[in-house]
Nanobody, 124 residues
Framework: QVQLVESGGGSVQAGGSLRLSCAAS????????MAWFRQVPGERERIAAL??????DYADSVKGRFTISRDNDKNTLYLQMNSLKPEDTSMYYC???????????????????WGQGTQVTVSS
């Protein structure tokens, strides 16, 4: 089973950019449907997803600003975040699950493997 470690979070001013990384070990990311979630009150919200096929899906709140990608050689998932807004402030989590070839529905329970999270803070 793959293990996930996120990095790249930090503090940035509104309008700035950050790139989050999710380094995988123990298995290849190509075998997993993967996603980025962020913590909102009461739940984890999926903001970007990448299937094995490799389709992508984005939450409306980040569409056009965030890009999910995967580097198979580095066994790493990325989230490029541009035009950041104060409302993007949150803890961001990488998630994976081998059951889905494409992208499952956006509920967190569809992903069985999680990283520890990385904090993103956007100031106005």
């Amino acid at each position: 089973q793959v293990q996930l470690v996120e990095s790249g979070g930090g503090s940035v001013q509104a309008g700035g950019s950050l790139r989050l990384s999710c380094a995988a070990s123990g298995d290849t990311v190509r075998r997993y449907s993967m996603a980025w979630f962020r913590q909102v009150p009461g739940e984890r919200e999926r903001i970007a997803a990448l299937g094995q096929d490799p389709s992508t899906d984005y939450a409306d709140s980040v569409k056009g600003r965030f890009t999910i990608s995967r580097d198979n050689d580095k066994n790493t998932l990325y989230l490029q975040m541009n035009s950041l807004k104060p409302e993007d402030t949150s803890m961001y989590y990488c998630a994976a699950d081998p059951r889905w070839y494409s992208i499952p529905t956006s509920r967190a329970y569809n992903y069985n493997i999680w990283g520890q999270g990385t904090q993103v803070t956007v100031s106005s």
